[in-house]
């Protein structure tokens, strides 16, 4: 089935290209990723672009597909029509032929070896006209059928061949005299295409007479099942508001009364539908999409519902292409078995979304179609005038013209596959569950990951919730072969406040040990428990004083060495002796050697060192990172520090500045043998940008640093991890523009981050998240726990703090989106439709007739008239205005709004200055 071009002239231009010019940075990146897939690259389902004019100064392609060859005709500005073929792979060279409809664009359709014609005559009243050719003989103008008149004052129409060897047509007529009145008619024709039966009135209204192709819209479409044939023919009557259904079981004899299917009612006064189309498929199955309120384009809904037996139900009304502003220019309907394909032009892009017979897939933008680089000329082809058209092997080709270039006429196709190939597989991600939740606020939070598989979380919180007291616990729970443990407290610091802990786990001796700073005495305490008990209290070690190099210690750090080594690093913040220190103990902690001090800030006049992180790679070399601070509170810290060690901590290299003028501490993490990682946040107004760099050689040298930031998102908390292979993981939790809370995960491919399946966290009442770890499975399963602030909807002012974890399987390292819900088909009796202002002497199909009755088209229709189910209208998510620079452009995103700035202001001038200045002439 084939659908008429429904394009819509924007009233408010000026809007359209303000916001065009303001959005160019985003669009212009959007376009570029777009360009290399056009170059027949491995990512691109589409072939290279062929130019098959090779003559410039060509526009008005149309194509058709035989059961062996693409035909495809355009108009040249100086030789008229001209054709070209593909056989056997190979374009024929442009030959120009004489058509039937030389001044005229036609809709081609294929029907087995033969080809068919239909246009509408515009200096002869405007008549529906139909030629037809084999198609072995298509460039042979002898060989065509002689024209014939099917209908004169037609405004639009469609026809769709039957492989039972006939056509169904339906067409809008404008005329009126004492024969005929202006509506809604249907003809078919006879095998072949050969003659055409008597028009059967489906809807007259005398407001069509002032209709013109502009603004006219029927459509058709008819399945064949079981020796038994289904016709469904859609239309709109703009000038009342209203879009209309009518069927026939019966070869097109009788039809059902009109159905209305949207239009206006006394909540909805303003609703304007138009755009009506229909798809009907194998089972009974039927799909109705509209659009609806202002046909300038920006304030319009595209919606859809579908009926599971042939019209009686329906489901509830959805939209489609939410995430855009506005409807799309065309939609076209790609019939594929098992479902429904729409190619969808928006605003100049093409998207493909499919139908499964329940919900829209994702809709995929088809880059390739939108611009790419003519190989002759290295210049930018802006791809437009689109035609497309299915073959026997469900190829979809689709031929266009440049319209800022050569103007030549291109060629490109690309294989369609199953329409469950569109449909992303079920999440990676399991649903969150709850570890625990209460009033007290997590204030830290550890995930640390074993060599079986076991995930052990700590996280400290309030103990005596509503008091004065200040107390806090450490506590524990670990979840193992996809089951989680009852939380227990573990620990409790001796005087009352457990603060500044870190974890690690101790494989020479199986056991997880722990390491934290008393807030009021300033010690910093280790313990220790067998990594299978540790969930009970009774099993961790009484806590041991670490001894320090001055009082009050600050942020200590431990790790397990590869050797069984345990070291701890820790900062003596202020005063005589500050900076970072090491200490280690070859005996699990009985005993500790000496601190070592390993920067010297009291030499470096620096006023505080803090925040130590240590890690050690396979070869044995140990990294540690440090802060600087100030006594000035200051929304920056002045910088980050690096030394490393190859003799376990005895000596150090001169500490390097790596970075200045970062938001918070960084992260340091070794993965494999000598790689190095170093992540920081670096201030980008009020937000901040994840920076990192990367070492292959322990830290010798190191490469470039990468912004890893994503436009759009706010990077609120990240983790690090590391499995039991080396691979690396990057864990983040940003939040998106439309305001909810979302694990990104990355990870190292070797030579970049690659990113897995995002997660978006559930609820709607979440405030913040608080809190967040990791760990890698041996089987390569994320496991990830976060902490959240949420509000209660009936008690807003009052917060519960929850803690979850979610897990995300393995996915072989292949990336995957999320699927969007599917849309529920819901059964509901056909309205009772109010009295048509015309009667239309044709009789119910026996199959509907209990189910419709008469129809509307005046605007006089009671406002209690039932129709398809209405839907609330959700909120739309504001997407930006294609640009049309070409696509090869690529700009810095700061230059891009800067430049997006004074185009801006340059195109308000221009609309607000220049009738001004013509008024002072």
């Known amino acids: 089935m084939f659908n008429q071009l429904k394009f819509f002239r924007l009233s408010i231009f000026q809007i359209h290209l303000i916001l065009a010019l303001m959005i160019f940075p985003i669009t212009a990146q959007g376009h570029s990723a777009g360009l ?32 062996q060859n693409i035909h495809v005709v355009w108009s040249d500005e100086f030789a008229g029509s001209v054709y070209a073929r593909l056989s056997d792979g190979v374009w024929s060279a442009p030959a120009v032929i004489e058509f039937p409809f030389d001044d005229y664009i036609p809709v081609l359709v294929a029907a087995g070896d033969t080809i068919h014609a239909f246009w509408i005559n515009t200096e002869k009243d405007n008549s529906l006209t139909h030629s037809q050719v084999p198609a072995s003989e298509f460039g042979v103008r002898s060989s065509w059928s002689k024209p014939q008149v099917i209908s004169e004052f037609v405004a639009d129409f469609d026809a769709e061949y039957q492989a039972a060897g006939h056509f169904n047509l339906a067409y809008l007529f404008t005329g009126e005299d004492a024969n005929s009145q202006p509506g809604v008619y249907y003809t078919r024709s006879g095998e072949g295409g050969k003659g055409w039966s008597t028009p059967v009135p489906l809807f007259i209204s005398r407001y069509y007479r002032p209709v013109t192709q502009n603004n006219a819209n029927v459509d058709l479409s008819a399945v064949s099942e079981n020796d038994a044939e289904a016709i469904y023919v859609t239309w709109d009557n703009r000038a009342v508001k209203r879009v209309y259904l009518s069927k026939s079981t019966d070869q097109g004899v009788t039809w059902s009364a009109p159905f209305e299917v949207d239009g206006p009612t006394a909540s909805m006064s303003s609703n304007s539908p138009f755009n009506l189309l229909v798809q009907a498929s194998k089972a009974n199955k039927v799909m109705l999409v509209w659009q609806s309120n202002l046909q300038s384009g920006l304030n319009c809904t595209q919606y859809y519902q579908a009926s599971p037996d042939g019209g009686k139900t329906w489901g509830e009304r959805g939209r489609m292409m939410e995430g855009l502003v506005g409807c799309a220019a065309e939609t076209k309907f790609l019939p594929q078995p098992g479902g429904i394909l729409a190619q969808i032009i928006f605003q100049d892009d093409v998207y493909l979304t499919a139908w499964d017979g329940t919900r829209w897939s994702q809709p995929e933008p088809q880059s390739a179609l939108y611009s790419f680089i003519d190989p002759a000329t290295d210049e930018a082809v802006r791809f437009r005038c689109r035609q497309s058209t299915l073959d026997t092997s469900n190829r979809l080709y689709v031929a266009g013209c ?176 500050r900076g970072i220190y090491l200490t280690y103990s070859d005996d699990g902690g009985a005993t500790w050697s000496a601190s070592t001090r390993v920067f010297d800030a009291e030499q470096t006049n620096w006023e505080i060192v803090e925040n130590p992180r240590i890690d050690q790679d396979r070869s044995g070399t140990l990294h540690l990172i440090w ?64 920076i990192s760099d990367f070492s292959e050689n322990s830290g010798e040298s190191w490469g470039l640093a990468e912004n890893l930031t994503s436009l759009g998102e706010t990077l609120l908390l990240l983790d690090l991890t590391v499995g039991q292979d080396t691979e690396l993981n990057l864990t983040q939790v940003v939040k998106k523009t439309d305001g909810k809370f979302m694990i990104k995960p990355q990870f190292w491919t070797g030579e970049t981050w690659a990113g897995s399946e995002n997660r978006t966290l559930p609820g709607d009442a979440i405030q913040e998240v608080t809190a967040l770890s990791s760990g890698l ?37 292949q990336p995957n989106q999320t699927p969007e819900a599917a849309a529920t088909v819901t059964a509901t009796a056909a309205p009772t439709i109010a009295a048509p202002e015309s009667p239309v002497t044709t009789t119910l199909a026996a199959a509907t007739a209990a189910t419709v009755s008469a129809a509307v088209s005046t605007p006089a229709a ?60």
């Open 36 to 67: 290399s897939t056009a170059q027949g690259s491995e990512e691109s389902p589409w072939t290279t672009p062929v130019n098959i004019s090779n003559s410039g100064s060509t526009t008005s392609p149309v194509i058709a597909a035989d059961s």
């Open 402 to 577: 440049d319209e800022i270039g050569s103007r030549d006429i291109w060629v490109t196709a690309r294989k369609l596959g199953a329409i469950s190939s569109w449909f992303p597989q079920s999440s990676l991600w399991n649903e969150p569950q709850l570890i625990s939740e209460g009033q007290a606020p997590i204030q830290n939070l550890k995930g640390l990951m074993d060599s079986l598989g076991r995930f052990h979380i700590l996280w400290v919180s309030d103990d005596a919730e509503g008091t004065t007291a200040a107390h806090n616990s450490l506590h524990y729970s670990v979840w193992n072969n996809g089951s989680l443990a009852i939380p227990s407290k573990i620990l409790a610091s001796p005087e009352r406040n457990f603060d500044q802990f870190s974890a690690d786990i101790d494989e020479t001796r199986n056991r997880l040990i722990l390491v934290w700073k008393d807030e009021d005495t300033g010690e910093v305490l280790f313990s220790w428990a067998d990594i299978a008990k540790a969930g009970s209290v009774f099993e961790w070690a009484v806590p041991v004083s670490v001894p320090l190099a001055a009082p009050l210690g600050q942020s200590p750090a431990v790790l397990a060495g590869q050797d069984g080594r345990i070291y701890i690093a820790y900062a003596i913040p202020i005063n005589v002796g």
């Open 627 to 690: 802060n600087l601070a100030r006594y000035v509170v200051s929304s920056s810290l002045p910088g980050e520090y690096y030394s490393r060690s190859f003799d376990q901590g005895g000596t150090w290299t001169n500490a390097e500045l790596f970075v200045e003028d970062i938001s918070e501490p960084g992260w340091l993490i070794a993965a494999g043998e000598k790689n190095v990682f170093r992540f920081w946040f670096s201030p980008n107004g009020d937000k901040k940008s994840l």
């Open 777 to 813: 499975a041996p089987n390569g399963e994320l496991a990830v726990v976060y902490a959240v602030s949420q509000t209660d909807p009936a008690n807003p002012e009052e917060e519960t703090q929850r803690l979850f974890l979610v897990v995300q399987k393995s996915s072989g390292g």
């Open 862 to 921: 009671p406002a209690a008239t039932s129709r398809l189910a209405l839907l609330t209208t959700p909120t739309r998510i504001v997407t930006p205005v294609p640009n049309l620079e070409p696509p090869q452009s690529s700009i810095d995103p700061l230059m891009g709004l800067i430049l997006a700035g004074a185009l801006s202001l340059i195109a308000v001038a221009m609309f607000i200055g220049i009738p001004r200045i013509k008024r002072k002439r």
